[in-house]
């Protein structure tokens, strides 16, 4: 399962974590089922949870980033403990890879020409391994850290 927590130090009650095996995140738009509210919702430059606006979500537990039809993916990350989103930055295991542009609802890669809708936190338990050598892999790499950096700029 994967554990999702609100994140902000200005509020001082606690809500229970939101658990599932997956969660989608489209755009400024965090999901489980299609046809449902949204969990959550980017409302520049804080999230939405109900009514109370908070600085970030933590996705914690095994689990990979999925992009692309769900039986034929287009791309799988490696296993990844923790996914964060803080503000519009998205980061895996402590490392930012992307910003979220709101104005075209799409997530803007580290690396050049990188873009995407929507994507998948899925858990182990749903995809445990790579399925075959043609998927290809999203991996955080040291020097996404800087290019990132520049795109915040």
Not at 7 to 14: A, K, N, P, V, W
Request: aromatic content about 12%.
């Amino acid at each position: 399962m994967i554990r999702l927590t609100l994140i902000g130090e200005q509020h001082s009650r606690t809500l229970p974590p939101i658990e599932s095996a997956y969660f989608r995140i489209t755009g400024g738009s965090i999901w489980i089922r299609p046809g449902d509210t949204p969990l959550a919702r980017y409302i520049g430059p804080t999230w939405q949870y109900r009514d109370t606006q908070w600085s970030g979500l933590r996705f914690e537990g095994n689990c990979r980033l999925v992009f692309g039809l769900p039986r034929d993916p287009a791309g799988v990350s490696e296993l990844l403990s923790v996914v964060s989103i803080s503000a519009c930055s998205l980061a895996a295991n402590g490392v930012p890879f992307a910003i979220l542009e709101p104005e075209r609802e799409m997530w803007r890669g580290a690396s050049a020409g990188t873009w995407w809708h929507s994507f998948r936190l899925e858990s182990l338990s749903l995809r445990p391994a790579v399925e075959s050598n043609r998927d290809s892999l999203y991996r955080v790499k040291p020097y996404a850290r800087n290019r990132y950096n520049r795109l915040m700029n």
